[in-house]
């Protein structure tokens, strides 16, 4: 019995510091990744103002910073790999939402339409995106090394009450101006007759997306709102089940 028994809290001390290792693993790669967002972000906002004095227009900025934000905006899908694998307690269709949302705004819409990359609106989105992504990983990683500002706790949960919606204004008046530019091109459309017998109109599809947004904001909002009472008042917030 003293035998099985030593062996047993043998085994609990292996099975203890594998996770104590994998504990560390995860968090180290997360400082990491979070410190490289952050960086990736403030070199978008520095590159966005020294245009602006540079040029003093915001023509031509979209494409200046191109590359730099489709590689960062690109790379957070690893975050929905994050909530897939457990390191990060968040869920992983909020994350795909949002992540993949940004995507489609970069790849799919202002990469993919020059015709709007001049747009009012992609400056505003733009500036948002910047704001709310230096605030967000800065908060991760000081939250990660156990030093963090109050100043960045208060930045993260209530900048976003503005800047939010103005990001979502920014996105939909881009789509919606993007909408003459398909219909006249037919881009990523299929018509038929064709060898696949299927039709798909990316006129209509942007339709969709833009009226997807009346039921997604306002879960996605009321949702970082709770977050919010949780974080800076200490609630207790109950999430119903569906």
């Known amino acids: 019995m003293a035998s099985s028994e030593e062996d047993g809290t043998v085994e609990e001390k292996e099975n203890n510091n594998k996770k104590r290792t994998k504990s560390a693993l995860a968090t180290a790669w997360l400082t990491f990744y979070n410190i490289a967002m952050t960086a990736g972000w403030l070199v978008l906002a520095m590159a966005m103002i020294r245009f602006y004095i540079q040029k003093g227009t915001h023509k ?6 191109a590359r730099t934000l489709k590689f ?5 899908l690893v975050e929905v790999g994050h909530c897939a694998i457990g390191i990060v307690r968040t869920s992983v269709i909020v994350t795909g939402v949002q992540v993949c949302s940004r995507i489609f705004m970069v790849w799919f819409i202002t990469n993919s339409i020059r015709q709007v990359q001049s747009e009012e609106s992609v400056i505003l989105f733009l500036v948002v995106w910047t704001m709310t992504e230096i605030t967000r990983y800065s908060y991760y990683t000081f939250n990660l090394l156990h030093h963090l500002p109050y100043f960045i706790k208060w930045a993260r949960y209530n900048l976003f009450i503005v800047l939010y919606p103005l990001g979502v204004v920014g ?3 881009t789509i919606y101006a993007a909408l003459p530019f398909v ?13 696949y017998n299927v ?9 969709i997306v833009m009226l997807s947004y009346i039921p997604l904001f306002p879960q996605l909002y009321f949702h970082m709102l709770r977050q919010r009472r949780r974080v800076l008042h200490g609630e207790v917030i109950v999430e119903k089940d569906d």
């Open 72 to 76: 960062f905006q690109t790379f957070a």
């Open 183 to 195: 219909r006249r091109s037919g881009m990523y459309s299929m018509r038929l007759p064709n060898v």
């Open 171 to 173: 996105e939909l008046m």
């Open 60 to 65: 031509g900025l979209y494409r200046s910073i």
């Open 199 to 207: 039709s798909f109109d990316y006129y209509y599809c942007l339709i």
